[in-house]
C-alpha cells in the first residue's frame, strides 16, 4: 500500500511503501536507522540485517543524505518518538543518490545557509517554521470566512500609494510608472464600500533599507476592510483574529512547536481581550523605564516596542499615536487633533508590531485636506478621494504582516526563517 509519513497511523501492523528522502543515517554492523521525510513528516526506518535480504541491508548502510527513494516496510508503534511510530524496514528502492550534499548534520554559518535556501528548505527546522505559517494562512481563512468576510484581492502594480512614498519600488508600466504595492488598503476601503467587511491576503513590497531582524522587502500581509466599523470595533476583530490563529497553531501544529523548542505555556495565554495603552501612557512609562531620549512626537523604536511589550504577557494595542508621524488617512481623533484613531499591535518577546491599523477618514473636505497637506498627486489619488464623496460611512481596516507574526507564534528569531524565499536587502538569490 502506498502512502506518506503523515498517513501511517492508519497502517499499523501493515506494510506500506512510501516515497522518501534521507535525512540522516546511523548504522552498525547489525542495524541501520534511517531518518526519512517525505515533506509530509519525519519517521525512522529501522532495518536489521537478520531480517532482510543481505542487498537490502547494504543498499540502506551505504545510503548518502537527502538520496530519494521508495521504502517499503511494516508500520509499528513507538513510545519513544514524538511522532509515535517506527518503519521495521523491508525493501528499499533507490530512485537517485544524492552525492556530495551540501548541508551536512554539522552547524553551518547562517549565510551559507542562505545562499542554500533552496536545499534548507528540508531541513527539520524548517519544514516546522513553513507548516506553521500553513496553519496560520488556513485560520486566517477560516476566522474572516466564518465572521462574514469576503476575500477581495487588490493589484500589485499601482499608481498610488497608502504608505508614504519614500519606499517605493518604481517600474515602468509601458509608458507610465507604477509601483509595487506597499498595502492593498485604500483598493480595500473601494471594496469595503461595495462588500462590508473584507480581507485581502497578498505580497506587499517596502524599498526599506533596513536591515533587522524583523525586515523583509517583500512580505505578506492581510489586510481587513470594515464598512461602519469604528475605531474600537476594529481593535475587536484584531484580537479575536490574533487569538484564533495562536490557539489554531497550538492545537494542529504540536509537533512543530515542539520541534523547534517553543514555550507553548506563553501561547496559551494568548486570550481576548488584549491590553491597550495609549501613546500618551506609552511615553510616561518609558520615561519611568528610563529612556529619557524619547519625547513626545517621536516614534518608536525597536528597544522601546519591546520594552512596552515586556510589562505585559499578551500584545498589546499602543493607540492614538500622534498624527504627524502617521499616513493621512487616519481618522483624528474625536476629542483632540493631535493624535489619531490608530493602533499598532506589538507581539510580545520582542517580536515588535505585528499590526497596523486605524480608523479611516470619511470626511471629504479632511480627506482632501490631507492629500494637499502630505504633497500627494490629486490626480493620482481622485479615485480614491471619490469613496468619502458617494455615500461616505465610518470605517476600519488594519494590515497584519505575515512574517513577523509566523515569527513570534514559531519563537524563530529572525523572519528569513519564516518565508520560503526572503528577499532581503543584499539577498535577491535563491
Ligand atoms: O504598519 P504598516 O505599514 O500598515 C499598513 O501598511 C496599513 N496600510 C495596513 C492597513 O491598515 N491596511 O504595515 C502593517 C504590518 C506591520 O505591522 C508589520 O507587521 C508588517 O506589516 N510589516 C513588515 N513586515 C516585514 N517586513 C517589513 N519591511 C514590514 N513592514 C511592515
Ligand atoms: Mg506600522
Redesign the pocket.
Known amino acids: 500500500m502506498k502512502t506518506t509519513i503523515s498517513q501511517v497511523n492508519k497502517f499499523v501492523g501493515q506494510e506500506v511503501t512510501i516515497g522518501a528522502w534521507l535525512a540522516n543515517k546511523r548504522s552498525s554492523g547489525k542495524i541501520a536507522f534511517l531518518q526519512l521525510r517525505d515533506g509530509t513528516g519525519f519517521i525512522q526506518g529501522v532495518v536489521v540485517k537478520s531480517d532482510v535480504d543481505e542487498g537490502v541491508f547494504q543498499t540502506a548502510k551505504s545510503l548518502s543524505q537527502e538520496s530519494s527513494m521508495y521504502v517499503t516496510g511494516k508500520v509499528q508503534e513507538d513510545s519513544r518518538s514524538p511522532f509515535g511510530f517506527e518503519l521495521l524496514v523491508t525493501n528499499v528502492e533507490v530512485i537517485q543518490e544524492a552525492v556530495d550534499y551540501p548541508i551536512t548534520p554539522k552547524e553551518h554559518g547562517t549565510e551559507f545557509l542562505m545562499d542554500n535556501r533552496h536545499l534548507w528548505l528540508r531541513s527539520r527546522r524548517q519544514h516546522a517554521v513553513m507548516k506553521i505559517r500553513n496553519e496560520i494562512i488556513r485560520a486566517t481563512y477560516e476566522f474572516f470566512n466564518e465572521n462574514g468576510f469576503v476575500k477581495v484581492d487588490p493589484p500589485i502594480l499601482t499608481g498610488s500609494s ?2 508614504g512614498t519614500t519606499e517605493l519600488f518604481k517600474t515602468k508600466y509601458f509608458e507610465e510608472d507604477a509601483f509595487l504595492s ?4 485604500l483598493y ?1 476601503e473601494a471594496a469595503a464600500m461595495a462588500l462590508g467587511k473584507v480581507f485581502s491576503f497578498g505580497p ?1 513590497f ?1 524599498a ?1 533599507k ?1 536591515k533587522t531582524r ?4 517583500e ?1 505578506w ?1 492581510i ?1 481587513p ?1 470594515m464598512a461602519f466599523y469604528e475605531f474600537e470595533d476594529s481593535l475587536k476583530v484584531q484580537e479575536e483574529y490574533v487569538a484564533h490563529i495562536v490557539q489554531s497553531v497550538l492545537k494542529n501544529c504540536s509537533l512543530e512547536l515542539e520541534r523547534l523548542g517553543r514555550d507553548t505555556s506563553k501561547l496559551e495565554k494568548i486570550t481576548v481581550p488584549f491590553p491597550r495603552i495609549s501613546y500618551d501612557d506609552a511615553i510616561k512609562f518609558l520615561h519611568e523605564q528610563g529612556f529619557e531620549d524619547i519625547e513626545w512626537g517621536d516614534d518608536f523604536g525597536a528597544p522601546h516596542e519591546t520594552a512596552i511589550a515586556d510589562h505585559f504577557d499578551k500584545p498589546v494595542f499602543i493607540t492614538h499615536y500622534p498624527t504627524k508621524i502617521k ?1 493621512f488617512y487616519m481618522q483624528p481623533a474625536p476629542d483632540r487633533d493631535d493624535v489619531v484613531l490608530c493602533a ?2 506589538i507581539a510580545p518577546e520582542g517580536y515588535g ?6 480608523e479611516r477618514i470619511h470626511d471629504f473636505e479632511l480627506m482632501k485636506k490631507q492629500i494637499e497637506k502630505h504633497n500627494l498627486p490629486l490626480e493620482a489619488y481622485n479615485w480614491y478621494l471619490d469613496l468619502s464623496k458617494y455615500g461616505s460611512v465610518p470605517h476600519s ?5 505575515l ?3 509566523v515569527a513570534w507564534i514559531s519563537g524563530v528569531e529572525h ?1 528569513r526563517e519564516t518565508i520560503p524565499f526572503p528577499r532581503l536587502l543584499n539577498r535577491l538569490y535563491p
Open positions: 497608502p504608505e506597499q498595502s492593498g488598503q480595500m506587499t517596502r526599506e533596513s524583523r525586515h523583509l522587502i512580505f500581509m489586510e476592510e499616513p499598532d499591535m508590531e505585528i499590526i497596523g491599523g486605524s481596516g488594519f494590515g497584519l504582516g512574517e513577523r507574526t523572519v
